[in-house]
């Protein structure tokens, strides 16, 4: 079974420029996750999805951050404009059935470096 | 709110030595209790999960951890540490809430030394 895949694994961009991620989740994984993660801090979630819906995105800064999942299967994760404090690792995840027990299994994820 | 908390930032341990990273846990209804594991420029790894059942639960390259309801621990172990073992370890609760989202501590970096 194909993990989840990320792209691209490295990204470096200036301050108020944008930037996009993509994520293909594990196939057959309705249910979809974005995280931050700063370094040396645990990940954060952005935005979780179920199929092509938003569940919870309470946590995502609206104001710069958007994230859309239109067929409900490949998501991406845009940043605009990017801030200093936007500099961490997006990891994304996936999960079969929400609600259910099973696991998330994470993506490698993209490192962003905004200078 | 579910949250979790590893007070150790740091551990480390001899190759061949027991090792436990600790954690501990607050949820408002039943605890579904995940460790996961990140290597160098790595997403996490799944390692173990408790969801209901027996204390001690065993998962991937020989790690367990006990759950222990009165203490609101879930401590990760493992009887003989290997060198291969040094990474960062998570802990994560899942949330009860219509989201079932998964709450995570900020991670204990472990050490094993040769």
């Known amino acids: 079974e194909a993990g989840v895949a990320q792209s691209p694994r490295y990204k470096i961009i200036e301050k108020r420029q944008s930037v996009a991620f993509w994520c293909n989740p594990i196939s057959g994984h309705a249910t979809l996750y974005w995280y931050q993660q700063i370094l040396g801090q645990g990940p954060k979630l952005l935005i979780q999805f179920q199929n092509n819906g938003v569940v919870d995105d309470s946590q995502l800064p609206k104001d710069r951050f958007s994230a859309e999942r239109l067929k409900g299967v490949d998501s991406t994760l845009k940043i605009q404009p990017a801030k200093l404090e936007d500099s961490a690792v997006y990891l994304c995840?996936?999960?079969?059935?929400?609600?259910?027990?099973?696991?998330?299994?994470f993506g490698p994820g993209t490192r962003l470096t905004v200078l | 709110a579910q949250s979790v908390a590893q007070p150790e930032d740091q551990v480390k341990v001899a190759e061949g030595n027991p090792l436990t990273v600790k954690c501990t846990y607050s949820v408002s209804g039943n605890p579904y209790l995940f460790w996961y594991v990140q290597y160098p420029n790595r997403g996490l790894q799944f390692l173990l999960k408790y969801i209901t059942g027996d204390n001690l639960v065993k998962g991937s390259y020989g790690f367990e951890a006990e759950f222990n309801k009165s203490q609101t621990s879930f401590h990760l172990k493992k009887p003989s540490a290997l060198v291969s073992d040094s990474a960062l370890y998570f802990c994560?609760?899942?949330?009860?809430?219509?989201?079932?989202?998964?709450?995570f501590g900020p991670g204990t970096r472990l050490s094993v030394l040769p």
């Open positions: 995840a996936s999960r079969a059935i929400a609600g259910s027990t099973d696991t998330q299994y």
């Open positions: 994560a609760v899942r949330d009860s809430g219509y989201g079932q989202n998964f709450v």
